[in-house]
């Protein structure tokens, strides 16, 4: 059974940092694109950022480029998210997506689209206030 499993949310102040993380198990997805999504009350999911199986593209949303990295770590088959200079619009319950396919393709088109993602996690809640 394939699980995501989401941690390092919590409450954090204007301006500060918070690393999220999702440990993958009950299947490898060091060769699958994985991404972050969000969701604020009252809105629709929408795309954070993306990298690739290889690693070597990543791609972000504007409201959250220069400020927010994705990174992964395969022999851990682990993806993160740090997210620094966080503002009340950061705000939301974070998800962590993985895709089946292996060596898929490394165009934000892709990357960015929620359908491409076939493993969903639970969720963990940022919030920013002071």
């Known amino acids: 059974q394939v699980q995501l499993l989401e941690s390092g949310g919590g409450l954090v102040q204007p301006g500060g940092s918070l690393r999220l993380s999702c440990a993958a198990s009950?299947?490898?997805?060091?060769?699958?694109?994985m991404a972050w999504f969000r969701q604020a009350p009252g809105k629709e999911r929408e795309f954070v950022a993306a990298i690739s199986w290889s690693g070597e593209a990543t791609y972000y949303a504007g409201s959250v480029e220069g400020r927010f990295i994705i990174s992964r770590d395969n022999a851990k088959n682990t993806v993160y998210l740090q997210m620094n200079s966080v503002t009340s619009e950061d705000t939301a319950a974070y998800y962590c997506?993985?895709?089946?396919?292996?060596?898929?393709?490394?165009?934000?088109?892709?990357?960015?689209?929620?359908?491409?993602?076939?493993?969903w996690g639970q969720g963990t809640q940022v919030t920013v206030s002071s």
């Open positions: 009950g299947r490898t997805f060091g060769r699958s694109a």
């Open positions: 997506a993985a895709d089946i396919i292996t060596y898929s393709s490394e165009t934000y088109a892709y990357l960015s689209a929620p359908f491409t993602y076939d493993f």
